[in-house]
Structure formats: structure tokens, C-alpha cells
């Protein structure tokens, strides 16, 4: 060995951190297929509205909906999912605003499901839940 500071043998390079935890690529995953799916049963309902309103009416005789308040519902629906899908698509590249863009439109979503009063409690708890899931990882979002 010289003292110049070449060495016949260099010491082993460590391993690059991963970019993306392995869970958060996992639940990433899954919020990518789910909001996506649902952003097209949303747009295709938003779009044959008319079908959907005459589903609805056959099979909830008490509550009569019109065509136009099913299209508002299905349009505000499908823009949320949508933004909660290109939030997650931020947030895949570890950007902090995705996880700003998913939060402010699953809570949004969460809050119109829980004042809803023939609404399954689960779908906030679930949109909560993914939030704080997703939250478990925001000090790394640059």
C-alpha cells in the first residue's frame, strides 16, 4: 500500500437506501388501482347518468332522483377520485403536495360519506384510515 491514497483494494460501496419504503410502495399500489377503478365507475356513471338515475329509482322507491342531481353527484365524485388518484401519483414520486391533494379530497369525500345517512360508516374509515397510512411517511416527501 502507497501513502497516496490509492488503494488495491476500495472498500465496499453501501447499498443506496431504496427511493420509496417498501409499504409505502405497497399502499401506494393499492390507492393507485382503487382510486383509479373507482374514477371510471364514476365518470361511466357520470356519463350514462340516465341508466344510473333509472336503477336508482327502480330499486329506492322512497327517495326519486333526477338525472341532473345523479350527474352532479357522479361528476363531484369522479373529480374527487381523480384528484386523489393524482395525488397519489405525487406521492409515489415522494412529493409532499400529493400528499396535501389526497388529503384535502379524501376528506372531502369522507365527510360527504358521513353525512350521509344511508352510507356504510366504513367507506370514511377507510378513506381516514388511508390517509393516516399514507401520513405515517410525510417527513420524507420532499
Same mark, same amino acid.
Given at each position: 500500500?502507497?501513502?497516496?491514497?490509492?488503494?488495491?483494494?476500495?472498500?465496499?460501496?453501501?447499498?443506496?437506501?431504496?427511493?420509496?419504503?417498501?409499504?409505502?410502495?405497497i399502499?401506494?399500489?393499492f390507492g393507485?388501482?382503487? !382510486?383509479f377503478?373507482?374514477? +371510471? %365507475?364514476? /365518470? =361511466? @356513471?357520470?356519463?350514462?347518468?340516465?341508466?344510473?338515475?333509472?336503477?336508482?329509482?327502480?330499486?329506492?322507491?322512497?327517495?326519486?332522483?333526477?338525472?341532473?342531481?345523479?350527474?352532479?353527484?357522479?361528476?363531484? !365524485?369522479?373529480?374527487?377520485? +381523480? %384528484?386523489? /388518484? =393524482? @395525488?397519489?401519483?405525487?406521492?409515489?414520486?415522494?412529493?409532499?403536495?400529493?400528499?396535501?391533494?389526497?388529503?384535502?379530497?379524501?376528506?372531502?369525500?369522507?365527510s360527504?360519506?358521513?353525512?350521509?345517512?344511508?352510507?356504510s360508516?366504513?367507506?370514511?374509515?377507510?378513506?381516514?384510515?388511508?390517509?393516516?397510512?399514507?401520513?405515517?411517511?410525510?417527513?420524507?416527501?420532499r
Open positions: 500500500m502507497n501513502n497516496t491514497g490509492d488503494s488495491e483494494m476500495e472498500a465496499p460501496q453501501p447499498l443506496p437506501k431504496p427511493k420509496r419504503p417498501v409499504f409505502l410502495t399502499i401506494c399500489l393507485l388501482v382503487y !382510486f377503478v373507482f374514477s +371510471i %365507475l364514476f /365518470l =361511466s @356513471g357520470f356519463f350514462f347518468a340516465g341508466w344510473v338515475t333509472d336503477a336508482i329509482n327502480l330499486y329506492t322507491p322512497v327517495d326519486r332522483y333526477s338525472g341532473n342531481n345523479v350527474r352532479l353527484i357522479m361528476g363531484m !365524485f369522479s373529480l374527487l377520485f +381523480i %384528484l386523489s /388518484l =393524482s @395525488g397519489i401519483i405525487a406521492m409515489w414520486n415522494m412529493r409532499r403536495y400529493g400528499y396535501y391533494i389526497f388529503g384535502i379530497s379524501s376528506l372531502i369525500l369522507a360527504f360519506q358521513l353525512f350521509q345517512p344511508k352510507v360508516f366504513s367507506g370514511p374509515v377507510f378513506f381516514i384510515v388511508l390517509l393516516i397510512l399514507f401520513g405515517l411517511y410525510f417527513r420524507r416527501f
